[in-house]
């Protein structure tokens, strides 16, 4: 199958900048995805991009999309101690079906 | 969005019971999906519950193990059958949301899940 890649751990420092990569090989994605999962819970959709945007902002969020490296980002800035969480991406493959990545566990330092 | 209600929302189980999980959905939905999350894995998809004809399933995955029911646009079922320690899982339900225009958001919102542990 299609196969999508994070790193697996990013450590930062409170008020610093996170930003967690990701990238996929199918370049027939419609619509890319970050959730957020705490520990014990489920999926929260966090904000997804069309593929024929390259940026997307939110708030403490930026999505960057480069569709011809097939590469990903997210970026929160000013980033506290209640992202802590781990960070799936995944990609649309055949119809609306997602494909996800590991998660990149995100952990945030006073 | 969506609003996704699951149940139970975690249990633990006997090998060779099986059990049956429910999704309830606050809106109306087209597209619902299953999908299973093993421990420190990422989520796999097991199958689309269609309204009013069998479930597609993804490869690797039955439907004598896991038969779904989808009744109706805001509700379905996931049962996992004769259990094994193997199953232990998390088991979420996912919606894809639809435009009041016609067609869909692109938005997948899923529940909080049910955690089974099988014994």
């Known amino acids: 199958g299609e196969d999508v890649e994070q790193s697996l751990f990013l450590s930062v420092r409170e008020g610093d900048s996170s930003v967690i990569n990701c990238t996929y090989t199918?370049?027939?994605?419609?619509?890319l995805y970050w959730y957020k999962q705490e520990p014990g819970a489920g999926l929260q959709l966090l904000t997804y991009?069309?593929?024929?945007?390259d940026m997307k902002q939110d708030q403490r969020l930026t999505v960057l999309l480069n569709k011809k490296d097939k590469h990903l980002s997210l970026r929160i800035a000013d980033t506290q101690t209640g992202d802590s969480a781990i960070y799936f991406c995944?990609?649309?493959?055949?119809?609306?079906?997602?494909?996800f990545g590991k998660g990149t566990s995100l952990l945030v330092t006073p | 969005s969506a609003v996704i209600s699951q149940k139970p929302s975690r249990d633990i189980c006997q090998r060779g019971t099986s059990l049956t999980i429910q999704c309830q959905v606050d809106?109306?939905?087209?597209?619902m999906f299953w999908y299973r999350q093993q421990p420190g894995q990422s989520l796999t998809l097991i199958a689309t519950?269609?309204?009013?004809?069998?479930?597609?399933?993804e490869s690797g995955f039955v439907i004598d193990k896991f038969p779904i029911s989808r009744p109706n646009l805001t509700f379905s079922t996931l049962t996992v059958s004769n259990m094994s320690p193997e199953d232990s899982s998390i088991y979420l339900c996912?919606?894809?949301?639809?435009?009041?225009?016609?067609?869909?958001?692109?938005?997948?919102?899923f529940g909080e899940g049910s955690r089974l542990t099988v014994l």
């Open positions: 996912s919606v894809l949301t639809s435009r009041t225009s016609g067609g869909y958001t692109g938005e997948l919102f």
């Open positions: 199918d370049s027939s994605s419609t619509y």
């Open positions: 991009i069309f593929s024929n945007m």
């Open positions: 995944a990609e649309n493959h055949s119809g609306y079906a997602l494909n």
């Open positions: 809106s109306q939905v087209t597209m």
């Open positions: 519950a269609n309204q009013g004809s069998e479930a597609t399933y």
